[in-house]
Nanobody
Framework: VQLVESGGDLVQPGGSLRLSCSASGSIFNVYAMGWYRQAPGKQREWVADITRGGTTNYADSMKGRFTIARDNSVNTVYLQLSSLKPEDTAVYYC???????????????WGQGTQVTVSS
């Protein structure tokens, strides 16, 4: 099982980006999916998550600017970033709780990260 993020880029303040993260491999089921981010010199922080049924949760500082969504048919989670600020610059990581069919079991998986840089 692997998670692969995409969509990171250099964007000007006030701009928008859409990040994607797709799960692939021997997957039986994908449960909660979420996004974290890590800025230079800082600890990784939780951004948002979404249950398989579509219930969303956001960190307070992200509410109103970021939107998480998922498409269960393709095991993909999205993060729409809007009104971006320089302090949003970070590597954004995808996380998902996945039941693998081979070997059988559920564990938390991480993607490799995608860089978002907000700068003029």
């Amino acid at each position: 099982v692997q998670l692969v993020e995409s969509g990171g880029d250099l964007v000007q303040p006030g701009g928008s980006l859409r990040l994607s993260c797709s799960a692939s491999g021997s997957i039986f089921n994908v449960y909660a999916m979420g996004w974290y981010r890590q800025a230079p010199g800082k600890q990784r922080e939780w951004v948002a998550d979404i249950t398989r049924g579509g219930t969303t949760n956001y960190a307070d500082s992200m509410k109103g600017r970021f939107t998480i969504a998922r498409d269960n048919s393709v095991n993909t989670v999205y993060l729409q970033l809007s009104s971006l600020k320089p302090e949003d610059t970070a590597v954004y990581y995808c996380n998902a709780d996945i039941m693998s069919s081979s070997p059988l079991g559920t564990k938390s998986y991480w993607g490799q990260g995608t860089q978002v840089t907000v700068s003029s």
